[in-house]
């Protein structure tokens, strides 16, 4: 699928674009500061209904103005069409419209327009807390599959009750109510797991495979998933310790504990890796993303690439960009501050693209 036309009105510092975009290759250009990651944030926005880097709706909006507006025109391997809106004002409820008709809920959204972004925040992948590295699962996920979605949600939802619940005085916590939501979060907090499991598994050789051809077999990486739930019975876990998360307030067992260790050479990367290697690692690691997309779902995903060729050497580059340039990978947006080192990686892609100026939020193609 392809994003063939895309508008935009007070986007962040974008205050108005039209474009037609290139079925291949889509190229921004711009000093700092200029607009290219809003351009590409934009175009993540319509897929996630939300932002990459700014949960908070009201704070994409243009400082000075009171709406904003992006528009998407899709197109499908079988030509089908979609058409895709949102619109945020202020202080409002935001619009999201498929064909011009309103979604009930902003989930029903997610996986029709498959996307994967690679950005230079995704760092926060292995510096930042476990929560990301459980984002990143998640999002992988509930592109391609609804029911692990919906069972997150659940999770979510009961999570949130049974804590609401712990904080009271023990003596006034209504038992009934209590395990009423553990097994809510008992029942979705395995369907979880289980799609977890079954994702790292697929995506591991993928992941090493990527790794090895960007670095060119420099160093040898891992991933583990670990999960309090790899060991014993998530209800009997659930019960035993029920008396300590009354003591403490909060649930201490359960999905919303998993974390991803990754490993360079044996090592937890986080504390050993140089910032190529790191970047190595982040981007092998949405590429193996993309890759699981691909062969799971039933059309090619869009993949952004947001200034990832900073601080990696010319080799790496030059791998990446001989990766991306197969034929597998479908219509790729991505940014650059420097026309030169783009023109050099476009050369070598030797493909259809369209290269455009970001200059303080407007957009050209040159
Ligand atoms: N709500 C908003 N209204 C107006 N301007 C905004 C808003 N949010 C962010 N900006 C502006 O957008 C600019 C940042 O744009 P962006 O992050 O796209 O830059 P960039 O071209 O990707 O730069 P770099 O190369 O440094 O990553 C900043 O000048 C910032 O002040």
């Known amino acids: 699928m392809i994003l063939k036309e895309l508008s935009i009105i007070n986007y962040k510092n974008i205050a108005q674009a039209e474009l037609q975009l290139s079925p291949k290759i889509n190229c921004f250009i711009g000093n700092n500061g200029m607009g290219k990651t809003n351009l590409l944030d934009a175009v993540y926005y319509l897929s996630f209904c939300r932002s990459y880097t700014n949960p908070v709706d009201s704070q994409i909006i243009k400082h000075d103005s009171d709406i904003c507006m992006l528009q998407g025109k ?14 945020i004002r202020r202080r409002q409820k935001k619009q999201f419209k498929r064909n011009k008709k309103e979604y009930e809920r902003l989930s029903d959204h997610i996986g029709l327009i498959p996307l994967v972004m690679i950005s230079p925040a995704d760092i926060e992948l292995i510096t930042g807390a476990s929560e990301g590295r459980r984002r990143f699962m998640d999002i992988a996920i509930s592109q391609f599959d609804k029911e692990y979605l919906r069972a997150l949600v659940r999770y979510n939802k009961a999570l949130q009750q049974r804590n609401a619940l712990l904080k009271n005085d023990e003596d006034l916590i209504d038992i009934t109510l209590l395990e009423l939501w553990e097994d809510q979060m008992v029942e979705d907090g395995v369907l979880i797991y289980n799609k977890r499991v079954e994702f790292i598994m697929k995506l591991t050789p993928m992941f090493n495979d990527f790794y090895s051809r960007v670095s060119g077999s420099a160093e040898t990486v891992s991933f583990e998933y670990i999960s309090q739930l790899n060991d014993g019975d998530f209800k009997d876990k659930m019960k035993g310790n029920r008396q300590r998360d009354l003591s403490i307030g909060h649930t201490t067992v359960g999905v919303h504990r998993d ?36 062969d799971t779902g039933n059309t090619t995903p869009i993949l952004v690439l947001d200034d990832i060729f900073d601080r990696l050497d010319s080799k790496r580059v030059e791998e990446i960009v001989k990766l991306v340039s197969e034929p597998e990978f479908g219509q790729i947006f991505m940014s650059d501050t420097n026309r030169e080192s783009l023109d050099k990686i476009l050369d070598r892609l030797n493909n259809d693209s369209h290269i455009y100026s970001v200059i303080n939020g407007e957009i050209n193609l040159i």
């Open 259 to 294: 974390e991803l260790e990754m490993l360079l050479n044996g090592f937890p990367i986080k504390k050993i890796g140089s910032q190529g290697q790191n970047k190595t690692y982040f981007v092998s690691l949405k590429l193996a993303q993309f890759k699981y997309l691909l």
């Open 74 to 87: 899709y197109i499908f391997e079988d030509s089908t069409q979609e058409e895709i809106y949102s619109g």
